[in-house]
């Protein structure tokens, strides 16, 4: 199933990169 604008694929990968990046941080601080 493909969505059908390329622009809500996009807007969802950078949703995702966000989150992860903060997640990222957070075990960052957790870690130290």
């Given at each position: 199933m493909e969505p059908?604008?390329?622009s809500a694929t996009t807007n969802g990968?950078?949703?995702g990169q966000s989150l992860m990046i903060i997640f990222s941080?957070?075990?960052f601080?957790?870690?130290d």
């Open positions: 059908p604008l390329p990968q950078n949703k941080k957070g075990d601080l957790h870690k």
